[in-house]
Structure formats: structure tokens, C-alpha cells
């Protein structure tokens, strides 16, 4: 299982970035893709989740501004995130999280800074 991060970056607050995550060993409808994030000195905090290709869940500080979304093929997730704020500022982590419990499976994480 490889799950491999991209596209954070530097932006200025109110703008948009786009992470990719390339997803390769899983069986998809077996897992939960997920986004998670660690700011500076804080514990990692869930962001989004893909319970289904239709069925989404987001924490409260993202609701309206972040998007967790799929290619068709079932390659990669995404999260194309809106109107950033310095407290978006983290290293960014996707996950596979198996419906069964007992495995999940980390991406290397990928940094976003919000700063004017």
C-alpha cells in the first residue's frame, strides 16, 4: 500500500491550494479516505473524510471551504481547499482507514502555509 501526498505549498490568506493524494494497494470500497493535519506543537486533527463517493464528512472549522473529492479511476483523493486562513497552516496527511477497523495507512504528509 503507497499512499504519496502533493501540493502544498505557500499561499496568502483567502487563497486556494489543491492536495493530491496517489493512492495505489487498496481495494477502495473497503476504505475510508481521509485527510488529517498537524499545525505546529498541536495533535493531528481529522479534516475530511469519503465514506462513500457521495458521502462526505468534514470538521466544523472546514465546512464550506475544503472539499474532499476522487478521481474516476480510483487513483488519488483530493482536497481542494478555499479561502485559507494562517490557521490552516499544517503538514497535511491523507489516510486509508480500512471499514473493518484495525488498519490504517499514512501518506508522508505535505506542508501548507498561510501567511500574508
Known amino acids: 500500500v503507497q499512499l504519496q501526498a502533493s501540493g502544498g505549498g505557500y499561499v496568502h490568506p483567502g487563497g486556494s491550494l489543491r492536495l493530491s493524494c496517489a493512492v495505489s494497494?487498496?481495494?477502495?470500497?473497503?476504505?475510508?479516505m481521509k485527510w488529517y493535519r498537524q499545525a505546529p506543537g498541536k495533535e493531528r486533527e481529522f479534516v475530511a473524510a469519503?465514506?462513500?463517493?457521495?458521502?462526505?464528512n468534514y470538521a466544523d472549522f472546514v465546512k464550506g471551504r475544503f472539499t474532499i473529492s476522487r478521481d474516476s479511476a480510483k487513483t488519488a483523493v483530493y482536497l481542494q481547499m478555499n479561502s485559507l486562513e494562517p490557521e490552516d497552516t499544517a503538514v497535511y496527511y491523507c489516510?486509508?482507514?480500512?471499514?473493518?477497523?484495525?488498519?490504517?495507512?499514512w501518506g508522508q504528509g505535505t506542508l501548507v502555509t498561510v501567511s500574508s
Open positions: 469519503m465514506i462513500t463517493a457521495r458521502n462526505t
Open positions: 494497494g487498496i481495494t477502495w470500497n473497503l476504505y475510508v
Open positions: 489516510n486509508a482507514h480500512f471499514r473493518g477497523g484495525g488498519r490504517d495507512y
